[in-house]
């Protein structure tokens, strides 16, 4: 049974900083290109950052100089570290693969007060 678990979010203020986790089970991680989503009220979800592998990592835009995704294969976990954040960060961040996607998990809320 595949499960996405997302951590981490939180209330912080604009300029903050916070690190998501997305700890993995039932899928053969390693192996897995995996991205982080974000879904904010009204809006589609959207891809922000990918880890296709180790050493390869793509960005949104909006998030390119802010976002870090790394990945720890020992650990089947996936990370998004975010800096110098903006009210328009504000939103559901998700974990998944970036192909075939997985049932969604929860996801984990970050809200950037100004």
């Known amino acids: 049974q595949v499960q996405l678990v997302e951590s981490g979010g939180g209330l912080v203020q604009a300029g903050g900083s916070l690190r998501l986790s997305c700890r993995t089970s039932?899928?053969?991680?390693?192996?897995?290109?995996m991205g982080w989503y974000r879904q904010a009220p009204g809006k589609q979800r959207e891809l922000v950052a990918s880890?296709?592998?180790?050493?390869?990592?793509k960005y949104a835009d909006s998030v390119k100089g802010r976002f870090t995704i790394s990945r720890d294969n020992a650990k089947n976990t996936v990370y998004l570290q975010m800096n110098s954040l903006k009210p328009e960060d504000s939103a559901i961040y998700y974990c998944?693969?970036?192909?075939?996607?997985?049932?969604w998990g929860q996801g984990t809320q970050v809200t950037v007060s100004s």
């Open positions: 998944n693969t970036l192909y075939n996607y997985r049932p």
């Open positions: 039932g899928i053969i991680f390693s192996l897995n290109a």
């Open positions: 880890i296709p592998g180790v050493d390869s990592t």
